[in-house]
């Protein structure tokens, strides 16, 4: 079988690749070892915060919401839900990092505004909010819906033709001199001279498999769902709340509430050890686990009633880079072939534009954002950065330091 294009991975990042190359005629053939969503996708919180460090990265959030929307329009399904966001300063280090979040939000033509604790604890009735000194508040952010942006995204790419695999691990890049030809299966090889590996947390093994350094780690992610309880009831348009100094964020869920945690110390994950059948959502944290108890004792200090409704765990696994931004585009060594992974907890958000980005690198096309934050060769040849046992700590600090206190 012979297409123009073959993606490896049916998580968001390929599934929107496949979606934007699908309008351009492109033949896309997308291959995924288990089924959609069997990765990192499918345990996602979905959580959207646009204002970013640069204007860059939020450009690429804002621009995926029209992406959104036309998915909704063509689907007639709910993927984003506008509950707008918060940020806690609870620690006066904070203060100033909350008062810049509203002027880079501003930079970017986002509506931020400061919130003193009465009025947080309005928007937020359910939230202990006498510590918050101030915070800042962003009407529309929210969250995209992990499993309807997924669907949407394979209904409109098998709508443009492309052929989706499942339950078809690729188990190498085929490479013929120095250029991508396919890839490999038990069921035999598929041909195509573009190969976009989209493996999510896989990334680094398949990378390793064609000779590549993929500077990627998974490691565990657990947050909790509280299940509905009229005693507490939680709006389904409550805001989004992100208390970096308890490592937490909340959003709500179906009249409970998600929160998930960065604790300091994640576990990290050898994705080569598990085998075909794993589907991460199989994964059960265990109640007396430290992450757990992590979560359990912060998010009690920031909802205290939860002590009194009964809530899941959920557990995941996401990918991590030494910096914290993802590692999308070609290394040098191979023709044809792409990565796009590393997303570091924004994976579903960061997608929809994503998409766009690697259909053009793919197709050869200029791109309309900087590249250089997220260019998957930036650490070609760079000392410290080509050994596992270099990496992992690298990409542990990152996760430990994405929320946490102020360090100066
Ligand atoms: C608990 C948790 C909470 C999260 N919360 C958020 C959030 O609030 N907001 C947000 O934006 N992001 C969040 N994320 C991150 C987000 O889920 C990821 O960034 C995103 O899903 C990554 O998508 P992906 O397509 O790159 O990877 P994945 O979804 O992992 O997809 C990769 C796919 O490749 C397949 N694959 C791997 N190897 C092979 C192979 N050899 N052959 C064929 N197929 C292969 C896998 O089966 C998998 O389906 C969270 C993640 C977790 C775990």
């Keep these: 079988m012979t297409t123009d294009v073959i993606i490896v991975g049916g998580g968001v990042a390929g599934l929107s690749t496949a979606y934007q ?13 288990q089924q959609l ?6 345990q996602a919180a979905g959580l959207l915060g646009q204002v970013r460090k640069t204007a860059n990265a939020t450009r690429m959030l804002v621009d995926g919401l029209p992406i959104v929307r036309e998915l909704e329009a063509e689907t007639g ?11 806690l300063a609870t620690a006066e280090a904070r203060v100033e990092d909350t008062r810049n979040h509203v002027r880079l939000g501003a930079g970017s033509e986002l509506e931020v505004s400061l919130l003193g604790s009465e009025e947080t604890a309005r928007l937020l009735p359910y939230m202990k909010s006498d510590d918050v000194i101030l915070a800042s508040h962003t009407p529309s952010d929210g969250h995209i819906l992990p499993h309807e942006l997924t669907m949407s995204f394979a209904q ?8 989706i695999l499942q339950n078809r691990p690729v188990r190498d890049v085929i490479i013929d001199g120095n250029c991508a030809k396919g890839v490999r299966t038990d069921e035999g090889p598929l041909y195509a001279d573009r190969v976009l590996l989209a493996c ?10 064609a000779g590549q350094v993929l500077q990627t780690v998974g490691m565990e992610h657990v947050y909790l769902t509280s299940q509905p309880d009229d005693a507490y009831p939680v709006h389904r348009m409550s805001p989004a709340v992100r208390d970096y100094d308890g490592r937490i964020y909340s959003r709500p869920e179906a009249g409970g509430l998600i929160v998930g945690i960065y604790e300091e ?15 991460m959502s199989q994964m059960r944290a265990a109640r007396d686990s430290s992450a757990v108890a992590y979560l359990l004792e912060s998010a009690l200090l920031r909802f205290p009633f939860l002590e009194n409704v009964k809530y899941t765990v959920t557990q995941g ?26 997303f570091c907890g924004h994976g579903i958000v960061q997608s929809p534009t994503m998409g766009v980005i690697m259909s053009q690198l793919i197709l050869g096309e200029p791109c309309a954002y900087d590249l250089n934050a997220v260019a998957a ?4 040849g760079a000392a410290g950065y080509q050994d596992r046992r270099d990496i992992e700590p690298k990409c542990v600090t990152a996760y430990a330091g994405h929320y946490g206190p102020v360090r100066r």
């Design 156 to 163: 409109m790419a098998r709508r443009n033709g492309v052929t």
């Design 37 to 42: 969503g069997a990765g990192s996708t499918g």
């Design 377 to 380: 060769d930036r650490y070609v």
């Design 317 to 342: 696994i996401m990918t991590f880079t030494p910096n914290g931004s993802a590692l999308s585009g070609t290394i040098p060594g191979i023709d044809g072939l792409f990565h796009t992974a590393g």
């Design 21 to 33: 190359l699908s309008k351009h005629g492109v033949s896309v053939t997308l291959v995924e070892r």
């Design 200 to 209: 999510g947390p896989w990334s680094y093994v398949m990378a390793e498999r």
């Design 265 to 279: 110390d994640p576990v990290i994950r050898d994705m080569r050890e598990l085998n075909d059948d794993f589907n």
């Design 77 to 87: 399904l709910e993927i984003f839900v506008e509950t707008g966001s918060v940020r």
